[in-house]
Each structure stands twice: as C-alpha cells, then as structure tokens.
C-alpha cells in the first residue's frame, strides 16, 4: 500500500484571520433578512406564516396538513377488528429499539382459552417516550403488526412518569386497526 503524504495549502493573511468568510456570512445573513421583511421569503406561503420569514407560529399553526407520507411518529399498540390484541411478546421490538425505551413482560395465555395456541402475550408493555428516538425500527420488525407509529408530533407530559406508556395507555391511544393478523390466522 503506497503512503502519499499531502501538503496543506498555504493560507495568505486574509484567509488566516477568516475575513472574507465573515463578511461573505454577513451579506447572505442580510440579504435573508431584506427577502423577509419584504415578504418574499421563499416557503411563507405553504407554511402559512407569519410573514415575517418561514417560521411557523406554533400553537395557531400546525403541521398538520403538510406531514408527509412518510413521517414516523409516535409508537403506540393497536388491537384488530374483534378487540383482541395482536402483541404475541416476541419482544423483537424490545431487542431491536436503539435507546432500549420498550420494556415487555411476557406472560402465557391458558390451555383451556380459545387461542391458546399463541402461547404468549405480554402482562406490561412500556414504552418510554422521553427515550424513543421515533426511528420506526419496533414497526418495521414486529411480524404481527401490533406497533404501528402514528403521525403525532404533540407527545407531552408534566413528569416522567407520565412520558412512560404503559399498555393500557398505548391500546387507548393506538385503537383498531384492519387488516390480516398472522396471530388469529386459523392455519397456523
């Protein structure tokens, strides 16, 4: 393997001291400024702003109407047409988060219940929204589609505690969802 040895380029004294950058900064500063005060600042219009330059004005505007189709959002469980749950606690979605914010006790279904043949769902199911990094990895491995991530941006809480989701939270807020369910099917 050949070793090349580079050579820095020789800086003359206006380049040394950042001058030209600085200035350069400025202009195109200013000229942003000059753009917004006239009104001509490029996105105020789909952004519905407050003229003064692309800033949405938060609580009277939303994002609403111009997320696209691809934004991942908050993770939450979803149940299937029938009320029933779709978790089977194979907990793939817990060994795959990044910031480990999914905690999942699993528990066993009982022989004599009528889908016993599932054999697992899960007693506690936490996520923690603080550490949720909305990277969309839990959707994308769960083979029974029970995480689904909606398009909300607005996940508040006062303390901690209540930026943890437990199941119950994430079953209310995560609702039905159609569709096949790999769990229910009769020929596995």
Not at 32 to 39: D, F, N, P
Not at 76 to 99: M, N
């Amino acid at each position: 393997m050949a070793v090349v040895k580079l050579q820095r380029p020789k800086l003359n004294a206006g380049e040394k001291i950042y001058f030209g950058a600085i200035l350069k900064g400025f202009f195109i500063t200013m000229s942003h400024a000059v753009r917004s005060l006239l009104g001509k600042t490029t996105g105020a219009k789909d952004l519905a702003s407050s003229g003064l330059g692309v800033t949405m004005q938060f609580p009277e505007q939303r994002w609403d109407n111009q997320l696209p189709e691809y934004y991942r959002g908050a993770p939450t469980l979803v149940i299937d047409e029938q009320g029933r749950e779709r978790c089977v606690s194979c907990q793939l979605c817990e060994f795959i988060c990044p910031p480990k914010a999914i905690r999942i006790t699993p528990s066993e279904i009982p022989t004599d219940d009528k889908w016993a043949k599932v054999e697992k769902r899960p007693i506690e199911f936490d996520i923690d929204m603080i550490r949720c990094i909305y990277c969309g990895m839990c959707e994308e491995v769960c083979p029974e589609q029970a995480i689904f991530l909606r398009k909300d941006y607005l996940v508040t809480g006062h303390t901690r505690a209540e930026m943890v989701h437990d199941k119950k939270k994430l079953y209310e807020i995560g609702g039905i969802r159609t569709g096949l369910v790999n769990k229910w099917n009769e020929l596995k």
